[in-house]
């Protein structure tokens, strides 16, 4: 049974940093595709970054040059590491995982989900 558990999410104030963790279970996690999703309430999920099985890194405009993903595949852990926080960026953050990558931003395309982290930034 696959598993996906995010960590680390919390009320942080503007302009601070803050580190998710998503550690996978039951899945060959080096030969996954991972990413980030984030979603408030009324709007559709949104493609924050993704890392290919061989660490090449991908980012939407919105986060590029604040956030950076990571992964540990020794303890099968996702990270998605975020400075420079703004209240825009208050949502539920996702992990996901895909293993035959045919788009890293559509979220349809990943075959696992973890339950959400939520992250909040206040002004």
């Known amino acids: 049974q696959v598993q996906l558990a995010e960590s680390g999410g919390g009320l942080v104030p503007a302009g601070a940093s803050l580190r998710l963790s998503c550690a996978a279970s039951g899945l060959t996690f080096s030969s996954y595709a991972m990413a980030w999703f984030r979603q408030t309430p009324g709007k559709e999920r949104e493609f924050v970054g993704a890392i290919s099985s061989r660490g090449t890194t991908y980012y939407s405009d919105s986060v590029k040059g604040r956030f950076a993903i990571s992964r540990d595949n020794s303890k099968n852990t996702l990270y998605l590491h975020m400075n420079s926080l703004n209240p825009e960026d208050t949502a539920v953050y996702y992990c996901?995982?895909?293993?035959?990558?045919?788009?890293?931003?559509?979220?349809?395309?990943?075959?696992?989900w973890g339950q959400g982290t939520q992250v909040t930034v206040s002004k």
């Open positions: 996901a995982a895909q293993r035959l990558v045919s788009s890293y931003t559509d979220s349809s395309k990943y075959n696992y």
